[in-house]
Structure formats: structure tokens, C-alpha cells
Nanobody
Framework: QVQLVESGGGLVQAGGSLRLSCAAS????????MGWFRQTAGTEREFVAA????????YYADSVKGRFTISRDNAKNTVYLQMNSLKPEDTAVYYC?????WGPGTSETAAYDFWGQGTQVTVSS
């Protein structure tokens, strides 16, 4: 089992920045690839970014490419999502997730075994 706890969400004006953190406990964090997803009411959970367990591969949704950066610190069992140039359409609950795999399905929710409880990000115009 892996327990994931997100933090760092909040209210920010358009153009601003936030950094989300996801702290992991339980089994070996460095064995898991990590992803960030987001969801708004009435919509499906949407892929945002993922990072391989080695930290050398990253993958982003087109909607956030160039604005968001995913990173990890295996010594701290933490994955981060740095969000810059935020837009109102980035408003959502953001979730981190863990998977033992890496490949074409990394952007799919079904690929992930463990999920955090989510943190709200609200971007005002």
C-alpha cells in the first residue's frame, strides 16, 4: 500500500503560480511512477503530468505543456507540480497517483493503483 497526501492548493489570480506537493508513505516511493490528474464537477478525471520512477522521463498534457513542471525528490518521498501562468481553466481538484508501470497508458487513470484525496486549485480571472 502507498498512502498519498496532496497539499499546496489554493486560490490564485490568473497568471500566478502554485506548487503542489504529494507526500507518499508506505512502500518504496522510488519504485513508483507518479502522475498528477485533475477533475472538475461533472467531468472525467483528466491527465496533467507524469514522471517515471527514475525521474528521467516526464510526460505532459498538451494543455499544460510549457507552463507546468513535474518533479520528484525520492529522498523526501515527494512529487511536486509547479504550475506557472495559471489560467481560469486550470481550476480543478488536483490528484496525485502512483503506478508501478510506465508506457503508453501512463496518461490513463486505469494505470494507477493508488490515489490521494485531492487538493483544490482555483484560478480567478
Amino acid at each position: 500500500q502507498v498512502q498519498l497526501v496532496e497539499s499546496g492548493g489554493g486560490l490564485v489570480q490568473a497568471g500566478g503560480s502554485l506548487r503542489l506537493s504529494c507526500a507518499a508513505s508506505g512502500r518504496t516511493f522510488s519504485s513508483y511512477s507518479m502522475g498528477w490528474f485533475r477533475q472538475t464537477a461533472g467531468t472525467e478525471r483528466e491527465f496533467v503530468a507524469a514522471i517515471r520512477w527514475t525521474g528521467d522521463n516526464r510526460y505532459y498534457a498538451d494543455s499544460v505543456k510549457g507552463r507546468f513542471t513535474i518533479s520528484r525528490d525520492n529522498a523526501k518521498n515527494t512529487v511536486y507540480l509547479q504550475m506557472n501562468s495559471l489560467k481560469p481553466e486550470d481550476t480543478a481538484v488536483y490528484y496525485c497517483a502512483a503506478t508501478t508501470g510506465w508506457g503508453p497508458g501512463t496518461s490513463e487513470t486505469a494505470a494507477y493503483d493508488f490515489w490521494g484525496q485531492g487538493t483544490q486549485v482555483t484560478v480567478s480571472s
